[in-house]
């Protein structure tokens, strides 16, 4: 499918989803939306594909948020369905039995930020800047970010950083629990590539089963958590992933995962 807001890059098994509208700074309107919930679903069953990098065109932002020009004439029922698709990209991404990695290359404000945390984890540039300005604007983040935000660093964090709409640096960021690694803004796609290649080479079915098991596992309690780890570890055993990876330790030579 071809996009008008996004590029697609595939080399072994590892695509890298570019958000790439530079000249309103990646902003996410209505149509980017519309294309990302299309982008993760051809993603998730291409074969080709086994984890997705996205990242941002240009060497400014990741994504500067939602497009407030589009949303300056929203009523508030068009808001309201605005926030619901935004979510519906950041629920497409935590149930694609694909992982997503974050590269964030520059700002990631707003439904910019929103969406790198609806990632599977974030990697970002050392000139990377974080926020969600959404109180500036009389709003607040609306695309999951009060949810996935406070669930991932605590609420008095997020409580702080969305109170305020002040932005931070990569490195509070990182020290914060929202990205696991700072590069330089050159090696950041190399180092993002590099760990989707990490994980590209493992058994793909166990990484979608522990994708699933932490997604859906952190809306439980403990224990429903614990046992729904034990099913989906049970389920594996039924795959020839788990008997060539096995077998594979046993005969001392490298796994050949087939997916299955
Ligand atoms: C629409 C945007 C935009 C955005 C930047 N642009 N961010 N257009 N929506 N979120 C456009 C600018 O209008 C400008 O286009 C071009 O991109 C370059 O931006 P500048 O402002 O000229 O760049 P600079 O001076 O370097 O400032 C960078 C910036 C600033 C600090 C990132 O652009 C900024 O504050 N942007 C808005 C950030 C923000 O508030 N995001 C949260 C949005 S609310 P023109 O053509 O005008 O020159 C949100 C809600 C999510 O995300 C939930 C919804 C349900």
Known sequence: MEFKNLLIETADGVATLTVNRPQALNALNSEVLTELASAFYQLEYDPAVRVVVLTGAG????????????????????????????????????????????????????????LALGCDFIYASEKAKLGFPEVTLGIIPGFGGTQNLARLIGKSRANELIFTGRMITADKAQAWGIVNEVFAPEELLVKARETAAAIASVGPLGVTYAK?????????????????????????????????????????????????
């Not at 046992?227 to 008997?243: H, I, N, P």
């Open 59 to 114: 060497d400014k932002a990741f994504v500067a948020g939602a497009d407030i020009k589009e949303m300056a004439a929203m009523s508030s029922f068009e808001g309201h369905q605005f926030a619901l698709k935004g979510q519906h990209c950041m629920m497409a991404m935590e149930k694609m039995k694909t992982p997503v990695i974050a590269a964030v290359n520059g700002f990631a404000l707003g439904g910019g930020l929103e």
């Open 212 to 260: 699933n098991a932490i997604a859906n596992g952190l809306n439980m309690g403990k224990e429903d958590g614990f046992r729904y780890e034990a099913s989906l570890f049970g389920v594996l055993f039924a795959t020839a992933d788990q008997k060539e990876g096995m077998g594979a330790f046993v005969e001392k030579r490298k796994a050949a995962f087939a997916g299955r």
